[in-house]
């Protein structure tokens, strides 16, 4: 599995992430232009001991992505997103795809991929979860699916 976070802006988001990504088995992908950077104390501190044991790779561009990962199906996370995420059957190899806490993923993008948009339900009272939380939850999702 690989888990790409678009243009991340906050550090203990990331390192969370690469928490979740260790924990989960996925390949961890950031996308530049990052909010903060890769020699953060404070980002291998949000991933604890964890960080040595991530695999993870940062690109420049979403286009540099698509190279590095031909032939792969992608998911994109948005509150926007017209299924639900437990509506569809991931597979190991999938990709999923996350916006930056500010701005989510690019109009652009989620239009290009309307029928790969996927969502988590909550309460109109909340605007969002917090990023680390929804890629822990569509992480957890996908790996019970393979341990059913």
Not at 51 to 68: K, S, T
Request: hydrophobic share 40%.
């Amino acid at each position: 599995m690989h888990v790409v976070l678009y243009q991340p802006e906050i550090h203990h988001n990331a390192g969370s992430v690469g928490r979740t990504c260790v924990a989960v088995g996925a390949k961890l992908w950031l996308v530049r232009p990052l909010g903060f950077r890769l020699d953060d104390r404070r980002l291998r501190r949000a991933g604890l001991d964890y960080w040595q044991h991530l695999e993870w790779e940062v690109v420049d561009d979403w286009a540099a992505l698509c190279r590095r990962l031909p032939d792969r199906r992608p998911w994109f996370f948005s509150k926007t997103g017209s299924l639900c995420y437990t509506e569809v059957e991931y597979e190991p190899d999938d990709v999923l795809v996350f916006g930056s806490e500010s701005q989510g993923l690019p109009p652009t993008m989620l239009q290009s991929n309307a029928d790969r948009c996927l969502r988590i339900p909550i309460r109109g009272e909340a605007r969002s979860l917090n990023l680390s939380v929804t890629v822990a939850v569509v992480a957890f999702e996908a790996q019970r699916q393979w341990t059913r």
